[in-house]
Each structure stands twice: as C-alpha cells, then as structure tokens.
Nanobody, 122 residues
C-alpha cells in the first residue's frame, strides 16, 4: 500500500534551518509530482513547494521563495524540503503529498503523509 512518511521536524530558533524528509513506499512515486504543504493551528492547509517527477521543475510559494528548497532522489524514493532562515510564521505541521499532475492545489494530491511538526521560536 502506498505510504508517505515525513521526518525531520522539530524545534528551531528563528533564523535557523531544518531539513524535512519524506520517504515514499508502496508504489512508483518516481512518476509523481511531489509536494509539501503546511497547516498552522486554526488555518487552512497551504501549498509550500512542488517538484516534478524528473526533478527538473520546481515551484515554491511566494511566502517561502528564496528560503525553502524542494528536491528529490528517485533512486532512494525520497523527497526533501530544505528550510533556511526560518520565521515564527513558518511554524506548522508539514505534509508530504503526491500527485499524478503538475499541481499546486491541495485537491490535486492523491497521497498524503501523516505530517511532521515544525516549531520556530522567536
């Protein structure tokens, strides 16, 4: 069965960095667009970044552009989100997701992980 498992979340000071990882298993996710989303308490889940199945195309939300970088290693079935210059407003549960389309909308993603918590102290 298809499974996405996030890791790497934690507590970091503002200005610090974290690298989130997403391990994919159960099907050939190498042919899927992979995305990262986040959800803060009381807010809707929002798009953060996406990467095409080849890794040749990426797209990041304006709120994190220049600070966050998405990457993938299809040989290892892994997707990463490097987060630098973290701000308190980046604190959220971060989710990894997979889509058969090149998409940035939550409704276009078919598979989801359970999420990993990122906390940023000011």
């Amino acid at each position: 069965q298809a499974q996405l498992v996030e890791s790497g979340g934690g507590l970091v000071q503002a200005g610090g960095s974290l690298r989130l990882s997403c391990a994919a298993s159960g099907r050939t996710f190498s042919s899927y667009t992979m995305g990262w989303f986040r959800q803060a308490p009381g807010k809707e889940r929002e798009f953060v970044a996406a990467i095409s199945w080849t890794g040749g195309s990426t797209y990041t939300a304006d709120s994190v552009k220049g600070r966050f970088t998405i990457s993938r290693d299809n040989a290892k079935n892994m997707v990463y989100l490097q987060m630098n210059s973290l701000k308190p407003e980046d604190a959220a549960v971060y989710y990894c997701a997979a889509s058969t389309n090149w998409a940035f909308n939550i409704n276009d993603y078919d598979y989801w992980g359970q999420g990993t918590q990122v906390t940023v102290s000011s």
